[in-house]
C-alpha cells in the first residue's frame, strides 16, 4: 500500500501544474457526476418498481369487482329464486353487464401475463358458463310460473333447495379459478414489492456510499491542493532565496569592482610620483652637466614610459571604477532638468578645436526649441564626448563629423555621423561591450581602452535612454542616443523666451531654403504651442 | 614656502615630499590626524596638503579645525575620493583646492605655485633685494647679466634671507624654518650651508652679502649703494 502510495507519488510530482490542478478538480466533479447518474437511475427504477405494484393493484382491484359481481349475480338469482320479485334481478341484470366489461379489462391488464391470461380465459369460460346456467335457471322458474299462472305458488322446499343447488358446483369452480388468478397476482404483488423495497434499501445504501466516496475525493483533492500550494510556495521561496543570492552576488563583484579600483589607486599614485620625480631629478642632472650622458636618456625614456603606462592604468582603473558605480538607473536627486540643445551646442564649440587638431571637420544640426530632458549633464557630457572621441579616433584627417539633435514624438534624439572606417557587420552587436576592440592593433595606436562605447551606453542606459548603431566599412558610422523628453512646462517659458523661439523660427526658415539639412522635424508642434502662447501675451 | 603634507600612505608621501621639496619648499610630511593636527597648532605654514582618510582624524575635520581656529593659509585635498558630493564636501569643509589621486606631479606642483600666488603675502614670482633677483618658479638668482639656478637647499636658505632682509636671524630660527620637522641638525649645519650659499654667489659676486653677526647669527645685508 506504501509503496503504491510512493510510485503514484513519483508519478505525480513530475506532472505540469495545470495537468495536476485539473485532475485535483477532475476528481470532486466525477464524483458528483457519478452521484447524479447513480441517483437518477435508481429513482427510475423505484418509478418502475411503483408502476408495476399499481398495476398489480389494479387487477386486484377488477378481480374483486369480478368476484363481487358474479355473487351479485348469484345472489340476485337466489333472490328472485325464494321470492319470485323482479327487483332482486337488477343485481344479476347489472353483473351480466359488468362482468364481461371486467373480464376485458383483466385481459387486457394482465396480456403481459400468458399463464395469467389462459387463467383469466379459464374465468371466463367458467362465468360465462354461470350466467348460462343463471340464465337457464332463470328461465326455468319463469317458465314454471307461466305454467303455473299463479304468483305467489308455493314450491316445495326441496324442490327450491335443488334448484338453488343447481350451478352451485360451477359457481364454487369460478370462485376458485378467481382465487387462484388473485393469489397469483398476490404474491405478484408482494414480489413486486420485495422487489421496490430491495431497490430503495440498495438505493439509500448506494446514495451513502457515494456520499462518502464523494466526501473522500474531495477531502483527497483539498489535500493534494494542499499539497500543490505547498509545492508552489516552496518553489516561490526558493526563487526568492535564488534572487537574493544572485543580487548579493551581483552586489558583491560590484563593490568589488569599486574597492579594487580605489585600492589600485594607491599604488598607481605611487608609481606615477615616483616616475616624476625621477624624471625631475634627471632634469637637474643634466641641467649641472652640459652633455647628457647616455645612460641619462635611456633612463629618461624608461621612466617617461612608466609614466605613460601608470596613466594609462589609472585611466582604466578611474573607468572601471565608473562602471561599478552608475549600473543601475540614476536617482531622482542626481537628475536635474537639462536643456540639450544647449548643451550640445556649448559642447560642440568646446570640440572645435580638438576636431581642427585632427584635421577633421565638425559640423551641427540642431533644433531652434529647447529639449528639456531629466539627466545628469556631467554623465551625459562624459558619454556623449565619448562618442565624439571615438567618432574622431576612427575617422582619418580629412574627414567629417556631424551631430544631429531633433525631437522624435517623446524622445530627444542626439546623431553622431561621421566619415570613418566604419565597423564591420559581425562586430555591432558587440561593440558596447567592456574591453571589446574591432581590431585590437588599432586600438592600442589610438590608446583606445575598449570602454568608451561601454561605458557611454551605460550612461544612457542609466538616463532611461537608448543606443543605436548604424555602420558601413569604409563609409562611416552613426550612433544615436535616444532619450526620452521632458513635458515641456509652457509656465517656465516667459514671454523673453517665447520671442527670442519665433526669431530663431524665422532664421530656421531662412537656413531651409538655403540648406536641406534642418528638416521639418525641428519645427514640431511644441513650436507652435509656444507661437501662440505669445501670439495671445 | 613651509608645506605641510598629510598622506598615510608613506610610498605616496615620500615621493610627493622629494618632488615638493625639490622644488624648493620645506615640507613636514606627516602619516596621520593627530600629529598632523599638534603641528598645525605649533608652526606656521604657508600650505597644508591633506589626504581625507587618515589614521586619528581625517583630512575633512583637520580642515574644518585649521579654519575654525582663524588660520587663513590654503588647503589642498589629495585623495582619491573623486565624485562630485565628495568634492563639494572637501570643498566646503574649507579646503582651497581638490585634486584626486592619482595625481601628475606636474599638476600638483602647478597647483601649489597658483595657491601660492593667491596668499596675502605675495609679491610676484620673484623676490628681489637690491640688483639680487631670485625666481621662485625655477629657482635661478640673477644679478646683473649672470644667472645661476640653485640646488632646493641653497635656494630655501636664500629665500628666507630675502624675505627677511637687514635682520639677524639666529641660528635657532633657521634651523626652525628650513628644517623638516622630526629632522635632526647636527650642530654646524646650519654654518655649512651658509657657507655653501656664500659659495655659490661667489659667481654673482655676492657672497659677501651674507654677514656674519657674532655671538647672534646671520645678516642678509645688501651694500648700501
New interface residues.
Given amino acids: 500500500m506504501a509503496g503504491l502510495a510512493r510510485r503514484l507519488s513519483h508519478l505525480w510530482q513530475p506532472l505540469p501544474i495545470r495537468v495536476r490542478g485539473a485532475i485535483i478538480i477532475a476528481i470532486p466533479v466525477t464524483c458528483l457526476l457519478t452521484t447524479l447518474s447513480a441517483f437518477a437511475w435508481l429513482k427510475a427504477s423505484l418509478a418502475e418498481d411503483e408502476t408495476w405494484i399499481q398495476h398489480t393493484q389494479m387487477v386486484r382491484l377488477e378481480t374483486k369487482q369480478l368476484a363481487n359481481a358474479l355473487v351479485d349475480a348469484e345472489t340476485g338469482v337466489r333472490g328472485y329464486g325464494l321470492t319470485q320479485r323482479e327487483e332482486f334481478l337488477e343485481p344479476y341484470q347489472s353483473a351480466q353487464v359488468e362482468i364481461p366489461g371486467s373480464l376485458d379489462r383483466l385481459e387486457s391488464l394482465v396480456g403481459d401475463n400468458p399463464p395469467q391470461v389462459q387463467q383469466i380465459q379459464e374465468i371466463r369460460r367458467l362465468t360465462d358458463d354461470n350466467l348460462t346456467i343463471f340464465q337457464q335457471k332463470l328461465s326455468l322458474k319463469r317458465s314454471l310460473q307461466q305454467i303455473s299462472g299463479e304468483p305467489d305458488t308455493k314450491v316445495p322446499a326441496a324442490d327450491l333447495y335443488d334448484w338453488l343447488e343447481e350451478g352451485k358446483e360451477t359457481m364454487d369452480m369460478a370462485r376458485a379459478a378467481i382465487d387462484r388468478f388473485t393469489e397469483v397476482e398476490e404474491a405478484l404483488l408482494a414480489q413486486r414489492i420485495q422487489h421496490r423495497d430491495r431497490y430503495q434499501q440498495t438505493a439509500w445504501l448506494a446514495l451513502c456510499l457515494l456520499a462518502i466516496i464523494s466526501l473522500l475525493a474531495a477531502l483527497f483533492a483539498v489535500r493534494l491542493f494542499h499539497q500543490l500550494e505547498r509545492e508552489l510556495a516552496d518553489r516561490e521561496a526558493h526563487l526568492k532565496t535564488a534572487n537574493h543570492r544572485l543580487e548579493n552576488a551581483c552586489n558583491q563583484l560590484q563593490r568589488f569592482t569599486a574597492d579594487a579600483s580605489?585600492e589600485l589607486?594607491?599604488?598607481?599614485?605611487?608609481?606615477?610620483?615616483?616616475a616624476?620625480?625621477g624624471l625631475?631629478?634627471l632634469d637637474?642632472s643634466e641641467?649641472d652637466f652640459l652633455e647628457p650622458a647616455d645612460y641619462s636618456s635611456d633612463i629618461r625614456s624608461r621612466l617617461e614610459n612608466i609614466v605613460s603606462l601608470?596613466?594609462r592604468m589609472?585611466t582604466l582603473v578611474?573607468a572601471l571604477?565608473f562602471l561599478a558605480?552608475h549600473e543601475s538607473l540614476l536617482a531622482a536627486q542626481d537628475v536635474q532638468r537639462v536643456d540639450l540643445t544647449k548643451l550640445v551646442s556649448q559642447w560642440v564649440v568646446d570640440w572645435q578645436t580638438e576636431v581642427a587638431a585632427h584635421q577633421l571637420t565638425l559640423s551641427a544640426d540642431l533644433p531652434t526649441v529647447p529639449l528639456t530632458v531629466n539627466a545628469n549633464p556631467?554623465l551625459l557630457h562624459q558619454a556623449v564626448t565619448n562618442l565624439f572621441t571615438n567618432a574622431w579616433r576612427y575617422t582619418p584627417a580629412g574627414g567629417h563629423i556631424h551631430l544631429h539633435l531633433y525631437s522624435c514624438k517623446d524622445q530627444a534624439v542626439l546623431e553622431v555621423q561621421d566619415s570613418g572606417i566604419g565597423i564591420p557587420k559581425e562586430s555591432l552587436s558587440l561593440i558596447f561591450e567592456r574591453f571589446y576592440r574591432v581590431d585590437a592593433k588599432r586600438t592600442k595606436a589610438t590608446g583606445g581602452l575598449g570602454l568608451g562605447l561601454a561605458i557611454m551606453q551605460q550612461i544612457v542606459q542609466a538616463h532611461r535612454g537608448e543606443v543605436r548603431v548604424t555602420s558601413a566599412v569604409g563609409q562611416g558610422s552613426t550612433f544615436t542616443i535616444f532619450l526620452p523628453l521632458e513635458a515641456v512646462d509652457l509656465k517656465t517659458v516667459d514671454s523673453k523666451t517665447v520671442d527670442s523661439k519665433t526669431v530663431d523660427l524665422k532664421t530656421v526658415d531662412l537656413k531651409t531654403v538655403d540648406s536641406k539639412t534642418v528638416d521639418l522635424k525641428t519645427v514640431d508642434l511644441k513650436t507652435v504651442d509656444l507661437k501662440t502662447v505669445d501670439l495671445e501675451t | 614656502m613651509r608645506i605641510l603634507l598629510v598622506e598615510d600612505d608613506s610610498d605616496q608621501l615620500e615621493p610627493l615630499q622629494a618632488a615638493l621639496t625639490h622644488t624648493g619648499h620645506v615640507v613636514d610630511g606627516v602619516e596621520d590626524g593627530t600629529t598632523a593636527r599638534w603641528l598645525m597648532d605649533e608652526k606656521e605654514y604657508d600650505l597644508l596638503i591633506f589626504d581625507w582618510m587618515l589614521p586619528g582624524e581625517d583630512g575633512i575635520s583637520l580642515c574644518q579645525y585649521y579654519r575654525q581656529v582663524g588660520k587663513a593659509a590654503p588647503i589642498l585635498m589629495l585623495t582619491a575620493k573623486d565624485t562630485i558630493a565628495d568634492k563639494v564636501k572637501g570643498l566646503d569643509a574649507g579646503a582651497d583646492d581638490y585634486l584626486v589621486k592619482p595625481v601628475d606631479v606636474a599638476e600638483l606642483l602647478a597647483r601649489v605655485r597658483a595657491l601660492r600666488r593667491r596668499s596675502p603675502l605675495w609679491c610676484g614670482d620673484q623676490l628681489q633685494v637690491a640688483d639680487l633677483v631670485l625666481h621662485l618658479d625655477n629657482m635661478r638668482v640673477e644679478r646683473g647679466d649672470h644667472s645661476l639656478k640653485l640646488s632646493s637647499r641653497d635656494f630655501q636658505l636664500l629665500e628666507y634671507m630675502l624675505r627677511h632682509p637687514r635682520q639677524v636671524l639666529t641660528h635657532d630660527q633657521i634651523e626652525q624654518s628650513l628644517w623638516e620637522w622630526g629632522s635632526e641638525p647636527e650642530s654646524n649645519a646650519v654654518t655649512a650651508r651658509i657657507k655653501r650659499l656664500r659659495q655659490r654667489l661667489r659667481v654673482l659676486d655676492a657672497h659677501t652679502w651674507i654677514e656674519t653677526v657674532y655671538g647672534a647669527g646671520y645678516c642678509f645685508q645688501p651694500p648700501a649703494s
Fill in positions: 580605489h589607486r594607491a599604488p598607481l599614485a605611487a608609481v606615477l610620483s615616483n616624476q620625480v625631475m631629478a637637474d641641467a601608470t596613466k589609472s578611474k571604477l558605480r556631467h
